[in-house]
């Protein structure tokens, strides 16, 4: 059956998935069915509400990339201060990344090789 | 077609080359006629890819022989060894070649219409081409010196393209820092087939398999060849250059350039398993390749998510992803010398970690085509500039959703086939591993949801009125790999059956591969 994979420990069909999917798809159309049908698009009823204050114009009220996770940053304060300071954009540091790595990866394969 | 199967080897690789120089002569005459050139070039490069597979699916390797009497001559008469240059396809090569045949189609269209108001097309092109002729001569040959050709062709022309839009200055630094890193890197490996050649006489690789002692310069030239492949790969903390050279080229070189570090895994793969297959010190390599895997995974996310230029933070999760695939196959080559743990998870590891190199193929080359068709017609790849683009760009909203929940491993799509494949077998080898890969899977959704936001969401922006969706060649270079992306997540078996179990285990048993070519020798 070219829609079951066998992952050697249990099995995975993307059509089960699917077929669940469409009916909670189907569930949501039908609560959303049920809804308010006296909305009406165009009044006051469709504009924001913001306690009763002025609601900024649209550029000023998008929450922009720099604000989202600030807490998972400041948590992780110290680890990007370490994970950043390779990142120097220098061609030179690159390389010398290289040359460390592969006298090091050179240096265990010689030593297991002794070892062996 | 029998002639056609027999002589596809090599046509893959020779036409588009011709293509590529018939390009600028066409161009200057008609611009349409070249984009059509260009285009039945790749599409019927692609033809052949897929017939060769089918045909290596039934009939097993393929051995071409360059300026023999006949392709299948390998060995000429009186000699005992390989001394012509041979190319040599089997379930592995061939698997990375479709990947090459579509990824590379997808941006040619995709180009056609991403870089139509830029000066020198003719020589993007003839670039283009020559990067497709490159890529596919290192995973088709059978000897180690073209290898180090193809990989020249590949880095030449790929540094060349991204530096191809000379009007901004960071396009300059990106090339530049490509070239070098792609020297020395092919220094590394040259002087790693020279360690091989001084010793054994010969630079095919099936013939180096059969005879190779593991002497401590082979242990010196395993180390130059892994971690020169490892760099080109963007494998941490090899990574630096990586975000510097693919966030400033054309998207569609983007995803070029992902196919690129593809090739560049398969040539440490070919390395590790067919040339030191029956020699290597397969647990200490494999917990070396695992462990820089981890390393690439996590830091790679944990760096994209601090992002907010969206064509790097898309080149930081490419780096991440590319880790899975060194974890999968790392586990099963650390277990490749023990036949029973093998087949209890090691051959899973390693279909999971290859299935993911064509999951990945297929999302990340989208997913920088959705960050080009941003940047099209905004300007900027700064996402903090960002904001309601959903509302003008539909389509690319939804191919890039579907990019997205494909990276993160959402299921039904195809990135979750994979990634299941291998937390299921490597969590018997170590569950650190799955652990690390779950909390790497979570990471990605919670940044490419936040970039989302960014971007796509919120109400339309004054600066954005006059934005509009992309031109049609760059939504069909997207649709084509969304719809690879479809068939992948419904009939993931037929994949793995198909593609996946032939390449892994051409890589567990090297012996088919070497007995091909040195089959006649006593």
Redesign the interface.
Known sequence: ??????????F?N??I??IV?MLVMVLVYFFRRRGQKAYKKGTDQARIFLCGEEVP???E??????N??WG??ET?KE??NL?LR????V?N???L??VA??AI??L???I??LA? | MAALITHSPILIIVIPLLAAFLTPLIGMTSRKARNVLVVVSLVFVAFLVFALARDISINGIHVYTLGATSPDLSIPTGFMVPVRIILEVDGMSVFFGIIWAIVSLAAAIYSLSHIASETGQNRFFTLLLLMVTGGFGMMFTGDLFNLFVFLEIASIAGAALIAFRTKFADTQEGG??YI??SA??SL?VLFAIGLLYAQYNSLNIAYLAQVIQ?T?LD??A???F???F??KTGMV??H??FP?AYSVAPASITGMLVITSHACMYAAFRICFTLYGGVI?AP??GW?IIIFGLLTMF?GV??A??Q?DVMRFMSYHAISQLGYMWVGVGVGLAVLGNPGLLA??GR?AMSGGIFHILNHALYKPLLFFTGGALFHYTGTRD??KM??LAHKMKWTTILYIIGTLSISGI??LNG??SK??IY??V?QFNPILTITGIIVSILTL?SFT??F??AFM??????YKEVKEVPRSMIIGMVILAAGIVFV??????I??WIIHPAADALIDPGPYISAVTGAIP
């Open positions: 059956m070219t829609f079951i994979l066998g992952s050697g420990y249990a995975w993307p059509l998935w699917i999917f114009e649209a550029g009220r998008h929450i922009r990339v720099g989202i996770y998972f940053f992780l680890y990007y994970i390779p990142h120097t954009g061609i540091d690159y390389i990344w290289f790595v592969t990866s050179v265990i394969l010689l297991a090789g062996k | 530049f820092k070098v890193v020395i890197a590394m593991y401590t242990k010196i395993l180390g130059l892994l971690i020169a490892a760099m903390p090899l630096l250059w510097d010190n200490v390599v070396i830091v944990t760096m998510v601090f907010k209890t998870y899973d996402l903090t904001g309601g299921p039904p979750f086939s299941i494949l299921e077998s969590y919670a936040k970039a936001h960014s919120g109400a339309e922006l004054p600066e997540t419904l009939f993931p078996s037929l793995v059956d």
